[in-house]
């Protein structure tokens, strides 16, 4: 029954056209970035590079398929989460807002099942998103531009993968990309839980993670002991696959603390919809 629900409720996702926004805005945006990339891509390096050049000597092309990926993945995955909220903020609020809640707990499945259905199906739906942005950003780069080594600028300096060395650190990246992603799906869906119409839900998720990042971007030692907790700190953990040597420390840290996130707002959920009046 759980199976045939989540099913129902991905059909329902796919059947609503704001689903596809998602799709379109991501399709759009890396086209604009492919394309002024190839039009001042190289400009746009030499001025990244000019500060050390009079040290290191570059050869070969800078601009490749890897580098654009990488930029491509940095630039939006601060902004596909309003993408993922779009779609599942409304997963809860909107079937109340609409009354069909009342007629779907007239089945024979349980709330848990419900919400955990709800929570299945927008996992999947962001799990297209991330994946989409993989193939976008991976594929049709490398197709325009062509493959070579990856040169990255940090914080400790700068940083040239072999072009032999990338391709698992794009894979585990994508993975805790998806990760962080699918924290936001579920905070959304949580907040959806409390609310009875779609807006809600989606403005209070974006509230949310901009305050987090504010707060975790703010140089004050009052925030210092909470900041290693907030979801949003951990959204970029994604980048230190592109460090050398890999911090696996600090990444598993993240991928902890994402994962706690997402378990206590999944418990937070079923006890509110438990105990939620969808009979008036």
Not at 118 to 127: E, S
Not at 151 to 173: C, H, K, Q, T
């Amino acid at each position: 029954m759980l199976f045939k629900n989540t099913y129902n409720e991905f059909i329902k996702i796919v059947s609503k056209p704001r689903s596809y926004l998602g799709l379109g805005a991501l399709t759009v945006l890396i086209g604009l970035i492919i394309f002024a990339m190839k039009a001042d891509g190289e400009s746009m390096v030499s001025f990244v590079t000019a500060s050390f050049e009079q040290t290191l000597s570059f050869n070969g092309k800078l601009v490749n398929g890897n580098l654009i990926a990488f930029i491509i993945l940095q630039m939006l995955v601060v902004h596909i989460p309003l993408l993922i909220a779009l779609v599942t903020g409304d997963l809860i609020s909107g079937e109340a807002a609409m009354g069909t809640i009342r007629m779907l707990a007239s089945k024979p499945i349980s709330r848990t099942q419900i919400v955990l259905s709800k929570f299945t199906a927008g996992a999947i739906y962001t799990l297209v998103i991330t994946l989409w942005l993989g193939i976008l950003s991976l594929l049709v780069s490398h197709l325009v531009f062509g493959t070579g080594d990856l040169m990255v600028l940090n914080s400790d300096g700068l940083v040239i993968l072999p072009e032999a060395d990338i391709l698992w650190r794009f894979g585990l990246a994508f993975c805790v990309a998806y990760l962080s992603l699918l924290t936001v799906a579920t905070l959304s869906i949580c907040l959806s839980a409390f609310a009875e119409n779609s807006i809600g839900p989606i403005v209070a998720t974006m509230a949310i993670i901009i305050i987090f990042t504010i707060i975790g971007s703010l140089d004050v030692t009052v925030f210092d002991t909470i900041k290693p907790y907030l979801f949003t700190t951990h959204m970029a953990s994604w980048r230190s696959f592109f460090e050398d040597p890999v911090p696996f420390d600090d990444i598993i840290n993240s991928i902890v603390i994402l994962l706690t996130h997402i378990v206590l707002l999944v418990g937070i959920t079923l006890f509110k919809f438990n105990r939620k009046d969808i009979t008036s």
